[in-house]
């Protein structure tokens, strides 16, 4: 490993996140690098499939792209939370649904090139309506229930979010238009 | 669309993106609300594979992780070039293999929540060791080739970033360990 990091320069408070420089020397290259770090806390996302095998969903406004994402329920986790009871939090929160079988399935990091923190991955099966929706004053939300199948033949028309995508790889064989073999 | 942005203000110029506050207004929730906005260039990766069925990769150490990442060939798209331009020169300078056999597989957005900027994804087929690797004087990337039949098999404990998931995951059938069915 050749890259040292030799002091940390906070920048600004960017509410999601706290921004800073990284001063490294690297010793094979001999030179000395500047590098931006957006230190963020650890998010989950869920994949929750109802009884009669729909994906719950959540489509709001994104203010980095200024569009609708349609995007798997999830958020932030709270410094006294662990994975698992934020991820519950956020589904009932968003959604409204809840359910008893959870399985975890990996992570993804938000971004390895400027960002700290990972996006945990979660499935719920047989998830029911079980509360009412309960937003933050800044959210608004839509639920939509998407269809397996549909969601198989039609993901990457509607889904544009990596960590979303990340997650249902990991538990949807979907339909690829162009495969590579070995 | 209830979300009016009324103002932008500038923060600061970070290296690889432009931050910037949006000042929006809803007319639904009744409230003003101030977006942290990194206004990035866009990028593009490649799933570049061999004609003995093996995935060109690219390790490097990345400053948000603080650690080594096994990921795509690819990087950002200069403002005078094309997406296939810059995603080949990305592949020959990185790795200094090339190809003819080139498709595009559609995008995954960086991150909605904070970035306005996209990842573009490409299929390489047949590539072959042309060039000699041509590195920045601030990169140090390792060339890893890996087979198809690992990569299907340990995608998820070889690979954590996720826009090289969501390129993998359009041409690649995944190993599911647990999988949700219609």
Not at 58 to 64: E, I, K, T
Not at 69 to 76: D, F, N, Q, R, V
Request: with cysteine; net charge negative; glycine share 4%.
């Amino acid at each position: 490993m050749s890259w040292i990091k030799r002091k940390e320069t906070f920048i600004k408070d960017l509410k999601l996140f706290k921004a800073r420089w990284d001063h490294y020397h690297n010793s094979n290259l001999g030179i000395d690098l500047d590098a931006i770090v957006l230190d963020a806390p650890e998010t989950a996302n869920v994949v929750a499939v109802t009884k009669d095998n729909k994906i719950v969903m959540v489509s709001q406004y994104r203010f980095g792209t200024q569009n609708f994402s349609l995007e798997l329920p999830g958020g932030i986790v709270e410094p006294d939370e662990s994975l698992l009871n934020a991820v519950q939090r956020e589904l009932q929160e968003e959604t409204g649904f809840s359910g008893e079988n959870w399985a975890y399935l990996g992570f993804a990091y938000s971004n390895p090139v400027i960002m700290n923190n990972r996006c945990h991955h979660y499935l719920a099966r047989e998830v029911e309506k079980t509360h009412p929706v309960k937003l933050d004053s800044t959210e608004e939300i839509t639920v939509e229930l998407i269809d397996i199948k549909q969601m198989r033949n039609e993901i990457f028309d509607l889904v544009v979010h990596p960590h979303t995508l990340s997650a249902l790889m990991r538990v949807l064989s979907v339909d690829l238009k162009i495969a590579i073999h070995d």
